[in-house]
């Protein structure tokens, strides 16, 4: 599907912060209107949970040493947590890296490196499960997935289940799954849009193309989204200066393997 209009929802929600780095309630209260079933004040509580986890692989920085890892030496009894479970024992271990002198200094970096590299380091959105019975929610920015059922509830009654067009070559092209969920901003001879919102990887260049988020979105996307589709200041502000968001770097390929397996388990 072509676009026809777009907001630039990154720079939006860019403005949480004001000047002086602090919440912008203006611009909170227009937000919580801009996004329906109060998704964003759910996101914004989420975002003060300390249930949210951003894992980094990070072995180019190791190999350089301009970053320390925080939380994957083999012999921290901290670390081996983070990795081995999924309870509580994430937000202990979390706290513990958090509290050493060299984590603000590590955030900067990480998050620069997020926003700024040339290639994004491999990372992982994970939020804490509600019961400990419960999985992980594994959220997936890249390709606007997340696997929560309210995400997935959306997604099958606005996206599979939508009654089938009437017969006819151009009909059936309309209404294949990927025309009903992505917009494609054509770049041919249009500039790029500065929005990052809802953007889903292209292997095309001359294409930037953005899920139909208005279709499948829950507050676990939206509140990542506004860490990694934003800017790097509102990535600081939760991780660093408000500190109820986890950034932590994995520099060891096996314990980055080993935290998927758990989290898949
Ligand atoms: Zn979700």
């Not at 990372?123 to 309210?150: A, G, M, Q, Y």
Request: hydrophobic share 35%; charged share 25%.
């Amino acid at each position: 599907m072509s676009e026809e209009h777009h907001i630039d929802y990154s720079q939006l929600l860019s403005q949480l912060l004001d000047e002086k780095g602090e919440l912008n309630d203006t611009i909170t209260s227009f937000l919580y209107h801009l996004f329906p079933e109060e998704l964003f004040v759910r996101a914004m509580s989420l975002l003060d949970s300390n249930d949210m986890f951003i894992y980094v692989y990070d072995k180019l920085q190791t190999e350089s040493k301009h970053i320390k890892s925080i939380s994957t030496e083999p012999d921290e009894p901290e670390a081996r947590e983070a990795l081995s479970g999924t309870s509580n024992e994430m937000l202990k271990t979390s706290e513990a890296a958090e509290s050493r002198p060299d984590a603000g200094a590590n955030s900067k970096d990480i998050a620069h490196l997020l926003y700024e590299g040339r290639e994004a380091p491999l990372n992982r959105l994970i939020v804490k499960p509600e019961t400990p019975e419960s999985p992980p929610i594994c959220v997936d920015l890249d390709h606007w997935f997340c696997s929560c059922e309210e995400y997935n509830c959306q997604f099958r009654s606005n996206l599979l289940n939508v009654p089938e067009q009437p017969a006819g070559p151009v009909d059936l092209e309309e209404s294949s799954l990927y025309s009903r969920a992505i917009v494609e901003h054509e770049l041919k001879s249009q500039a790029p849009h500065s929005d990052r919102f809802a953007q889903v990887k292209s292997l095309h260049l001359q294409f930037q193309r953005y899920f139909r988020h208005e279709l499948a979105m829950c507050p676990h996307l939206l509140a990542f989204a506004i860490l990694l589709q934003t800017s790097s200041a509102i990535l600081m502000y939760f991780t660093h200066t408000n500190a109820t968001v986890y950034l932590i770097t994995v520099q060891n390929l096996d314990e980055w393997l080993k935290l998927h397996l758990n989290v898949i388990q």
